[in-house]
């Protein structure tokens, strides 16, 4: 047997000091053996997530040769409200060939727009789309991509039937948890400070306009196919049924009440509200996304509520200022300025339009989203796994503002359009999540519009909500925010 000589090791006796070693994990816990710990250690240790169906071993590659060598090499095509509505040909009448071609553009478009939001995740540093929430849209959005790729090729009527079932499935299933998981992300990546602010509300606003392009293609796809099955072989309005001519007075005082009702479940039922008024063209008509309008309306006038209520509060004045709406249109635009007394906003402007907030503000609403009833036990991967046909286990967010809403919950006459933002709009007062502005500029910007705050300290805020008319626009690219 060779013996090393006198001065010369081995190998294997070699100690690389500069190597990581496996960390003694008893000292950690002197109380419990390290074989007590193993099973809760291991998952952590694991290359990927324990119950992922995307990230494995296989993704690299599918991701190279499908995402990557295909989908992602094609652009999302830019839709204007005209032609979303008339499917590339002059008429407004609906036929079984519009209506299967519009299936066909469907399926396409879908899978190549999620595709390019599945690559903006990827191009995100590690630790931020590793954080547990953006994993859970990354892997959710895959499902979706995989989902439309495979679809079978749409030939027949019957085909386009199973299409539209297909969709509102989706519609309705997981990826109405996206919306709270970006947010928590973003949140937890303020805290942390894994990715600079301003980039990351940049993520956030471009991941929301694509999901209301994505949801407004199908939801539109969804409203001819019923209609052209129903015998309504005529599109009326621009588009389907989604969207519709809103009375500017009635959905502000829709606004109002759902604000009293709010304030009253806040404080107490006989509290003194503050007088409310709308003023200038109060006989304003438009057509609109319902639930967009309510949802915009609600939230700023929410604001307004809530602080006017706070002053009154705690100046220990004799009633609450009041409340005045002024509507200013013309052609191109219409604007709702809603102003009251309630001492301004105390925040700075980089404060209030941002996902992420102050870092001590990110925490609060992280605490927040974190009181959400179920929340602790939703994951994305136990709802795929165990229970693929229905909600998500335990009903998340029941009985909060991100429970997603069922059909039946409806209000009458609203749209089934993009009901997860109702839902929101609907959250109780204990639930505060800071993200009210930030999202209605996202949507206000979407539709050509713009959302404003212009506050004095001291006296009051006038909060400028201004959105585009979608009949002037009608043939502007808008679908192009992908
Ligand atoms: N009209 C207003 N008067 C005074 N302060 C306001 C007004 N509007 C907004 N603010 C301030 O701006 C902050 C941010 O508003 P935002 O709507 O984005 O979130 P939030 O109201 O805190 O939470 P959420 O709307 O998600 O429940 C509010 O907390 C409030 O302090
Ligand atoms: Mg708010």
């Not at 109405?176 to 937890?188: T, V």
């Amino acid at each position: 047997m060779l013996k090393p000589r006198f001065g010369v090791r081995w190998k294997s006796q070699i100690h690389y000091t500069d190597i990581s070693q496996i960390p003694e994990f008893s000292k950690y816990s002197p109380t419990k053996s390290i074989s007590e710990l193993a099973p809760y250690i291991s998952t952590t240790l694991c290359a990927y997530p324990e119950k992922s169906k995307y990230v494995n071993q296989q993704h690299y590659y599918q991701n190279k040769n499908i995402l990557e060598g295909y989908y992602l090499t094609k652009q999302p095509n830019p839709v204007s409200l005209t032609q979303l509505a008339q499917y590339y040909d002059d008429s407004t009448t609906l036929t079984r060939h519009k209506i299967i071609n519009s299936g066909r553009f469907v399926k396409e478009e879908l899978a190549i727009r999620i595709a390019h939001k599945i690559h903006l995740l990827q191009t995100l540093p590690f630790n931020v789309v590793n954080n547990f929430h953006f994993g859970q849209v990354y892997e959710s959005y895959y499902n979706i991509f995989d989902r439309f790729r495979r679809y079978p090729a749409i030939r027949t009527l019957e085909d386009n039937q199973k299409f539209a079932d297909f969709l509102r499935h989706i519609l309705s299933d997981f990826n109405s948890l996206n919306l709270p998981h970006l947010i928590m992300g973003a949140l937890e990546c303020r805290i942390l400070e894994l990715y600079p602010q301003d980039r990351m509300d940049e993520v956030i606003s471009s991941l929301l306009r694509a999901r209301i392009s994505r949801r407004l293609i199908v939801e539109e796809h969804l409203s001819i196919t019923s209609n052209f099955l129903s015998g309504k072989k005529k599109n009326t309005l621009v588009l389907g049924d989604i969207f519709q001519e809103c009375s500017a007075c009635d959905y502000l005082m829709g606004a109002k009440k759902m604000c009293e009702n709010f304030i009253k479940d806040m404080y107490f039922d006989g509290i003194p509200l503050p007088k409310f008024t709308v003023d200038g063209n109060k006989d304003l008509k438009f057509y609109f996304l319902p639930p967009h309008l309510k949802y915009l309306l609600g939230e700023t006038l929410r604001n307004s509520y809530e602080a006017t209520m706070k002053e009154y509060i705690r100046k220990g004045l004799s009633e609450p200022s009041p409340i005045t709406v002024t509507i200013v249109s013309n052609e191109q635009s219409f604007l709702f300025r809603i102003s009251d007394r309630a001492g301004g906003i105390p925040h700075d402007d980089k404060t209030i339009w941002s996902f992420g907030k102050s870092k001590e503000l990110a925490r609060q609403s992280l605490d927040n989203f974190h009181k959400l009833p179920g929340l602790q036990t939703v994951s994305l991967y136990d709802y795929m796994y165990e229970n693929a046909t229905c909600g998500p286990p335990n009903q998340p967010y029941k009985f909060t503002s991100l429970e997603p809403i069922s059909d039946t919950n409806l209000p009458r006459g609203i749209s089934k359009f993009d009901k997860p933002l109702l839902g929101l709009l609907e959250r109780s007062s204990r639930y505060k999540l800071g993200i009210g502005l930030a999202m209605c500029k996202v949507y206000a910007e979407y539709w050509n519009g713009d959302l404003t705050v212009h506050s004095i300290q001291g006296y009051g805020t006038d909060t400028v909500l201004k959105l585009g008319n979608l009949m002037y626009h009608t043939h502007k690219l808008q679908l192009d925010k992908v």
